[in-house]
């Protein structure tokens, strides 16, 4: 879509993909958090599943171990906002841009992969935003799939129902960034999950820049 007298190309935004038929994309929001990050990623390695972490910018540095070891074990990043604080979208535009921009700038620095794309906290989606996003070139990835993980325990009965649910194309939302008395069960239903999802002949797929610049229409 082309904005009438502007050089400006909004985008579409992301929540699946119609042409994957088998292929379904994890993806693992709120990390590096040094005391979760580590254990959803041994069990993504037991099981040989690729996956994309939207991470929050100022906890890279800190955390550039974690970040190296998820890069190295195939994985993708993808931009979750300098601070993750919903105080921003109140901003204005260039303010929203230094918010995405300032992430991918920390990427170049510390010499790890460009983002996939942008996903915002709690998934907000504003005018300025879309703005800002689309004069940085950043996809804009949501979901179609979620389970509130965050906040409650994901159990092996929703992630069955989700599924039989599923189609090929997928994006579904979890969060690697848990709480200490929970990660042990998401793990454990994590793992389950992708026994179900591959029993329904599904396979796992990281998100790429190149795809989603692709579906943004970039
Ligand atoms: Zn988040």
Same mark, same amino acid.
């Given at each position: 879509m082309k904005k009438s007298g502007?050089? !400006?190309?909004?985008? !579409?935004? %992301?929540?699946?993909?119609d042409h994957f038929e088998n292929q379904i994309f994890l993806t693992f929001d709120d990390g590096p958090n040094d005391h979760s990050t580590s254990r959803v990623l041994d069990v993504l390695k037991s099981r040989s $599943?690729?996956? !994309?972490?939207?991470? $929050?910018?100022?906890?890279?540095?800190?955390?550039l171990k974690l970040v190296q070891r998820l890069v190295s074990e195939g994985h993708q990043l993808g931009n979750h906002s300098w601070d993750h604080l919903?105080?921003?979208?109140?901003?204005s535009e260039t303010r929203l841009r230094e918010w995405v921009g300032r992430v991918n700038q920390e990427f170049r620095d510390l010499q790890l992969p460009e983002s996939v794309g942008f996903r915002p906290p709690a998934g907000v989606v504003t005018p300025p935003? $879309?703005?800002a996003l689309a004069s940085?070139?950043?996809?804009? %990835?949501?979901w179609n799939e979620r389970f509130f993980d965050a906040v409650f325990q994901w159990g092996r009965a929703r992630a069955d129902r989700s599924?039989?649910?599923l189609s090929g194309g997928s994006i579904v939302l979890l969060h690697d960034g848990q709480k200490a008395e929970r990660i042990e069960a998401f793990c454990e239903t994590l793992d389950h999950y992708i026994t179900s999802l591959r029993a329904r002949g599904f396979e796992f797929a990281a998100l790429t820049r190149e795809i989603c610049l692709t579906e943004s229409g970039f």
């Amino acid at each position: 879509m082309k904005k009438s007298g502007s050089h !400006t190309q909004l985008q !579409t935004l %992301i929540r699946s993909f119609d042409h994957f038929e088998n292929q379904i994309f994890l993806t693992f929001d709120d990390g590096p958090n040094d005391h979760s990050t580590s254990r959803v990623l041994d069990v993504l390695k037991s099981r040989s $599943v690729p996956a !994309t972490f939207f991470l $929050v910018g100022q906890d890279v540095r800190p955390q550039l171990k974690l970040v190296q070891r998820l890069v190295s074990e195939g994985h993708q990043l993808g931009n979750h906002s300098w601070d993750h604080l919903y105080a921003n979208y109140f901003s204005s535009e260039t303010r929203l841009r230094e918010w995405v921009g300032r992430v991918n700038q920390e990427f170049r620095d510390l010499q790890l992969p460009e983002s996939v794309g942008f996903r915002p906290p709690a998934g907000v989606v504003t005018p300025p935003l $879309v703005k800002a996003l689309a004069s940085l070139r950043e996809p804009l %990835i949501l979901w179609n799939e979620r389970f509130f993980d965050a906040v409650f325990q994901w159990g092996r009965a929703r992630a069955d129902r989700s599924a039989r649910r599923l189609s090929g194309g997928s994006i579904v939302l979890l969060h690697d960034g848990q709480k200490a008395e929970r990660i042990e069960a998401f793990c454990e239903t994590l793992d389950h999950y992708i026994t179900s999802l591959r029993a329904r002949g599904f396979e796992f797929a990281a998100l790429t820049r190149e795809i989603c610049l692709t579906e943004s229409g970039f």
